[in-house]
Nanobody, 116 residues
Framework: QVQLVESGGGLVQPGGSLRLSCVVS????????MAWYRQAAGKQRELVGR???????LYADPVKGRFTISRDNAKNTVYLQMNSLKPEDTAVYFC??????????WGQGTQVTVSS
């Protein structure tokens, strides 16, 4: 059974940084695409960024230059480093594993609140 568990969320002041982690069990992340999504209150879930099994990354325009996705295959963990955080980054952040057969798995989410 594939499980994704996010951690690292919390309250941070504007301009601050956080690093989210997503630990995956039941599957080897090195062969699949991993992604981070977020969902703000009252809004639809949106892509933050993703990393291919080859290590190629793609980011949504609002976070380009501020967020970085990385992967530690030995730890079966994906990270989202978030710098220069803004109040509009406030959301629940979800980790996603995508298989070529279109099967997807999601974590339970971790809350990030950017506020002074």
């Amino acid at each position: 059974q594939v499980q994704l568990v996010e951690s690292g969320g919390g309250l941070v002041q504007p301009g601050g940084s956080l690093r989210l982690s997503c630990v995956v069990s039941g599957s080897i992340i090195s062969i699949y695409r991993m992604a981070w999504y977020r969902q703000a209150a009252g809004k639809q879930r949106e892509l933050v960024g993703r990393i291919s099994r080859f290590g190629n990354t793609l980011y949504a325009d609002p976070v380009k230059g501020r967020f970085t996705i990385s992967r530690d295959n030995a730890k079966n963990t994906v990270y989202l480093q978030m710098n220069s955080l803004k109040p509009e980054d406030t959301a629940v952040y979800f980790c996603n594993l995508y298989r070529p057969d279109s099967t997807e798995y999601w974590g339970q989410g971790t809350q990030v609140t950017v506020s002074s």
